[in-house]
């Protein structure tokens, strides 16, 4: 098993530890835990009425790395066309909101972000083997916090350090970022070169030997017969 460590930086060792990261798999949304699988009745039946709880994909991606949360509670207000104050509850870190430029973001997602883009202080340095970088995305089929990091990879093996959170709103978004709020997903993966090729009948036949065996399960087959376990603790 391989180890990722998270640092606070200098300063920020007051950070109560129910705001510290944690494996994904222990911010499992409430939406979630509360979805039925399927119908009860036998396999037939769960079958045609499973849900997408039951879709192992939709899982590994909320349980996969680890999340970051908000140390401190945010207020959203808008004040104006396309302006926005924030505000929080510690005066520790002057800059816990701060901008980039409207010329740094411009044509972002084809966005009109003419007063630039606000930037999430990350207290945490993260670090990784050598060969692991991480990518860093809006925690993965939660509901909407009301900001959206940009998306980011890093190379955290050799750039061991706090990397900062630049984000957008949600749509006319205004109000409370409780403290405690997932705000990244953090998930590490092993550098490595590919090329690209486009398959014929020998991939189009795998792929058909692979429906079948997956098949011979009434439910569960992709996670009883493909699916390879990823723990992170």
């Known amino acids: 098993m391989k180890d990722i460590i998270f640092t606070l930086e200098k300063g920020s060792e007051w950070i109560p530890e129910i705001y510290y990261p944690v494996p994904a798999i222990k911010e499992i949304p409430e939406w ?3 979805m039925q699988s399927s119908e009860a009745g036998d396999n037939a039946k769960r079958r045609e009425t499973e849900t997408m709880k039951r879709c192992m994909p939709v899982f590994d991606s909320i349980a996969s790395g680890y999340i970051i949360k908000t140390f401190t509670e945010l207020t959203v207000r808008q004040v104006g066309e396309g302006l926005f104050d924030v505000n929080w509850s510690y005066d520790t870190f002057p800059e816990t909101v701060s901008f980039h430029s409207a010329m740094q973001v411009e044509g972002y997602k084809n966005l009109n972000l003419k007063h630039g883009a606000p930037k999430l202080r990350n207290p945490w340095g993260i670090k990784t083997p050598p060969g692991y970088s991480v990518l860093i995305i809006s925690p993965m089929h939660r509901p909407a916090s009301g900001i959206r990091i940009m998306e980011g990879i890093v190379d955290t093996d050799r750039y061991v350090n706090s990397v ?9 978004f205004e109000g409370d970022i409780p403290a405690g709020t997932p705000i990244a997903q953090v998930i590490p993966f092993k550098r490595d070169d590919f090329k690209m090729s486009i398959g014929g009948d020998k991939e189009r036949e795998e792929q058909i030997k692979t429906f079948a065996t997956v098949r011979t399960n009434w439910i569960n087959g992709y996670r ?4 390879s376990k990823k723990t992170y603790s």
Not at 164 to 172: A, N, R
Not at 224 to 227: A, G, I, K, P
């Open 224 to 227: 009883n017969l493909m699916r």
């Open 32 to 34: 979630y835990k509360n």
């Open 164 to 172: 900062q959170f630049p984000f957008i709103l949600d749509d006319g």
